[in-house]
């Protein structure tokens, strides 16, 4: 018999929630507390994010993950996302799914819809190597940018870059990379093409 727990919602709220129901502080197990909806570890306000932890909200919408898990009996645990922001109380859709770009993906993209609406039409890195040579490049940065609306870089608004497979995982914001670099698939158009800089990585 399990008393249902009532949440709070809102990223900040549910992450100050998972945080009591881990450190015991309350009557739910401490060892349930990845059932509760909380931040997504690695993912901005979460545990293990390198960009700090500060109280104050950002004057803008600013997106993050929220993730749980369900216990599913014999097959183990199963993950749940849904997009949120660290601004707001807004909360996405929930999808299910295995996590690194299955399911996570969906509810990261969700979450840019709230905060940045349009962010698909901005203009992506198509080559890998250009993916770290551009936002290292300050001419060549400043030239990307330029084509974003005005202020949404510096709200942290998404480094789109094509995908180089089904499913690559979108990467959260970190030190010195401060924003969601969102992989998109590649146009119809160019699907046939081989990217020029094939095995420049591996
Ligand atoms: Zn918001």
């Known amino acids: ?29 401490a060892e349930s507390a990845e059932q509760a909806w909380h931040i997504q570890h690695g993912h901005p306000g979460g545990a293990y994010c390198d960009l700090g932890n500060e109280l104050d909200p950002p004057a803008h919408h600013a997106p993050t993950l929220l993730s749980r898990s369900r216990p599913t009996g014999r097959r183990g645990d199963a993950q749940e996302f849904r997009g949120g922001c660290l601004t707001c109380d807004w909360e996405g859709p929930v999808h299910r799914g295995g996590g690194y770009g299955d399911g996570d993906n969906e509810a990261v993209e969700d979450a840019h819809d709230h905060a940045f609406p349009g962010w698909r039409g901005l203009p992506p890195i198509t080559q890998v190597k250009d993916r770290w040579q551009i936002p290292q490049s300050r001419s060549r940065w400043a030239q990307l940018i330029s084509l974003y609306p005005a202020g949404w870089a510096e709200q942290g608004a998404p480094l789109l870059s094509w995908s180089r497979y089904r499913r690559e995982a979108h990467a959260p914001p970190h030190q010195g990379r401060p924003r969601y670099e969102l992989r998109i698939a590649r146009p119809p158009s160019h699907r046939d093409k081989p990217p020029t800089d094939q095995g420049a990585l591996f």
Request: hydrophobic share 30%; net charge positive.
């Open 1 to 29: 018999m399990t008393t249902a727990v009532t949440e709070p919602t809102g990223a900040r709220s549910r992450q100050t929630n998972y945080w009591r129901v881990r450190t015991a502080r309350t009557r739910a197990p």
